[in-house]
């Protein structure tokens, strides 16, 4: 069950080297971690056995409260902001989890999506403190003291995406080796063999559900300080399909599928769109396709795919 | 058979269990106790309500009417994960396993379980638990099978992993529903020994639905005979096997 370590340094040093290298891709890639935060909230429902089709309210909740934070309470500390969010969201997840997670299947996942949706309506309408349609904007935050301007605060926040994103994917891994985390794939192959043990099922959920709507939140947040700007469309339900789509992409079987699946697709769109508009879609549906038929896995799969092999060998 | 049974507070008691599906009365009036170190064995023909009364003993069904203690203290109505935490582990007539764990993995997190699922980042796999869990794996000659797959394990030995994920809990009362059932004639007994000399060991009772009365001769101190939802008959298996309305209901499926 151990990771492919070595693959995986190599990827992340290659990431580090996109600003010197493709200075135009670091935006994309921020944004690509920011997103692959919340799809590594829905991949750990999906372990599970859970899909959650509106995750995309708690990256919208997250990107709210940074931009309403900094607008309207005057906050402009991106350690408070991203804390304050993350800690929003998290609190978001907790009451919402607390009625959802009692429900299965398609009942789980429509009513994740309805309720994304009364989100979504409300950051739409309350015009007030949402802005409405126009949404609210995002000044760039103060770092412990220090005021960058847009450009260097920019290089400084993709590399602190990559540091959240080690840190935190390797806690949420520590996590999924834990009892919790075991239990949690549990109650996907058998509940009831669960709470036969003594574990309750509800909590178990509820605890994964938490943690997932913080990283999604967390993710909401660096998106708003990344793109300088939130709208209603973050909590959109096709933005949670997307969440979905990237954490199948990317693979449910370890941490780091969330993030590569949400790279590759932001890379992938910004190609793509370079093209043909059109061509996105279509390049979507067939990636799907291909992952679905071919690797189950995800495309962590084939990374992991390697050491299946002389795991086999070697027993 | 206990010498203090009379006097003593039953392990377990229950009192005018009812419950029916439709027209199905499948438990109707039961009562029932069990003393402490009782080995019990139930009989009774297919559709009895065997599986009915585990089901109501262990929460996953509530009683239109009755009540179950354990310890003499009252454990009606409530959930299976709470009824295991007071002590009663039960293995399942069909398998109850994590599928897409490998059986160690399986058994960790029902050692987990009893510690306390809260653990913090401590990983599951861990030396202590890994340890405990192969010795539960050698009793029951499952060791060589520790990293299989549970989902891909033949059915006898399915059903062997089951009982030793209720086995691991280390409870009060260990209840098994047709523990040999799916396991060769000549493994039945070695499984059984092995169970029970451990339950003896470590000064558990159990109860357990049997069909085979070859093994409920051997291993239980007394027996429960079902039918139809009710309490038939009862006593040591001499005498259980010795009542005549007992042969004609339950010998003709055995
Ligand atoms: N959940 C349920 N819903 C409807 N009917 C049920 C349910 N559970 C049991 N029954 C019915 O109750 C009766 C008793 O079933 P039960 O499974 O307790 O029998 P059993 O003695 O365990 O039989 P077997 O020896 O076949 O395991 C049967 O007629 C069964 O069809
Ligand atoms: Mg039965």
Same mark, same amino acid.
């Given at each position: ?101 009692? #429900?299965? +299947? ?17 950051? *739409? ?12 904007? !995002? ?7 220090? +005021? ?12 602190? @995406? ?12 520590? #996590? ?8 949690? *794939? ?9 709470? #036969? ?29 990344? %793109? ?9 339900? &096709? ?50 396709? @291909? ?11 084939? %990374? ?12 | ?35 402490? =170190? ?9 559709? /009895? ?26 454990? &009606? ?6 009824? *295991? ?30 510690? $306390? ?11 202590? #638990?890994?340890?405990? /869990? ?31 994920? /209720?086995?691991?809990? =280390? ?9 040999? *059932? $799916? ?31 070859? !093994? ?19 006593? &040591? ?18």
């Amino acid at each position: 069950m151990r990771k492919p370590i070595p693959l995986l340094v190599a990827a992340l040093a290659l990431l580090l080297l996109v600003p010197v290298a493709f200075p135009h891709l670091k935006f994309v890639i921020t944004l690509a971690v920011a997103k692959g935060f919340a799809a590594l909230g829905v991949a750990l429902l999906l372990r599970g056995g859970l899909i959650s089709l509106g995750h995309a309210m708690y990256f919208a909740i997250g990107a709210y409260a940074t931009a309403f934070l900094g607008s309207k309470a005057g906050v402009s500390d991106l350690v408070l902001l991203l804390v304050a969010s993350t800690a929003v969201a998290a609190l978001a997840g907790l009451v919402f989890g607390a009625f959802l997670v009692r #429900y299965r +299947a398609i009942f789980f996942a429509m009513l994740n999506l309805a309720v994304s949706m009364v989100i979504f309506a409300l950051t *739409s309408k309350l015009y007030g403190i949402t802005g409405g349609t126009d949404g609210l904007r !995002v000044a760039v935050p103060t770092v412990l003291g220090w +005021a960058p301007g847009k450009a260097a605060f920019d290089g400084f926040l993709f590399y602190l @995406c990559i540091l959240l994103m080690v840190v935190l994917g390797w806690l949420v891994h520590r #996590y999924l080796q834990s009892p919790l985390g075991h239990a949690l *794939s549990a109650i996907h192959t058998n509940e009831v063999r669960l709470e #036969y043990l003594g574990v309750s099922a509800w909590q178990t959920l509820l605890t994964s559900y938490t943690i997932s709507a913080a990283l999604a939140g967390l993710g909401g947040a660096l998106a708003a300080m990344s %793109i300088g700007h939130v709208l209603p469309e973050f909590a959109f339900w &096709t933005e949670s399909g997307h969440l979905v789509l990237t954490a199948v992409l990317g693979g449910i079987g370890g941490v780091a599928g969330a993030f590569i699946g949400s790279v590759f697709l932001e890379i992938l769109h910004t190609v793509a769109v370079g093209v043909a508009a059109e061509a996105w879609n279509l390049i979507i549906g067939l990636a799907l396709i @291909c992952v679905i038929f071919f690797l189950p896995r995800g495309i962590y799969g084939l %990374i992991e795919a390697r050491r299946g092999s002389t795991k086999e060998t070697g027993l | 058979m206990t010498s203090n049974s009379a006097s003593a507070q039953p392990l377990l008691r229950a009192e005018d269990l009812a419950i029916s599906f439709g027209a199905i009365k499948a438990a109707d009036g039961v009562d029932f106790a069990l003393q402490r =170190n009782e080995f019990v064995a139930i009989i009774g023909p297919n559709g /009895a309500g065997k599986t009915t009364f585990l089901n109501l003993v262990t929460g996953y069904l509530k009683p239109h009417r009755g009540n179950v203690w354990l310890d003499g203290r009252p454990i &009606t109505r409530m959930a299976p994960r709470r009824i *295991s935490r007071q002590g009663i582990a039960r293995a399942f007539q069909i398998p109850q396993l994590f599928t897409d764990h490998s059986l160690i993995d399986n058994l960790m997190l029902a050692i987990a379980a009893r510690e $306390g699922i809260w653990q913090g980042l401590t990983p599951l796999n861990r030396r202590a #638990y890994r340890d405990e /869990a192969m010795e539960v794996l050698e009793l029951l000659g499952l060791a060589a099978d520790a990293e299989t797959m549970t989902g891909t394990l033949p059915e006898g030995l399915r059903k062997l992993a089951d009982i030793t994920l /209720a086995f691991a809990l =280390n409870p009060k009362l260990l209840v098994l529903d047709e523990p040999t *059932s $799916g396991v060769s004639s000549i493994e039945r007994f070695r499984i059984m020994e092995t169970l029970m000399n451990a339950m003896r060991r470590r000064g558990l009772s159990a109860l357990f639905v049997e069909h085979d009365m070859e !093994v409920v001769q051997k291993y239980a101190d007394r027996v429960v005979v079902w039918n139809a939802g009710h309490v038939m008959a009862e006593g &040591t298996p001499a005498e259980v096997m010795s009542n005549p309305e007992v042969l004609e209901s339950v010998v003709g499926v055995v």
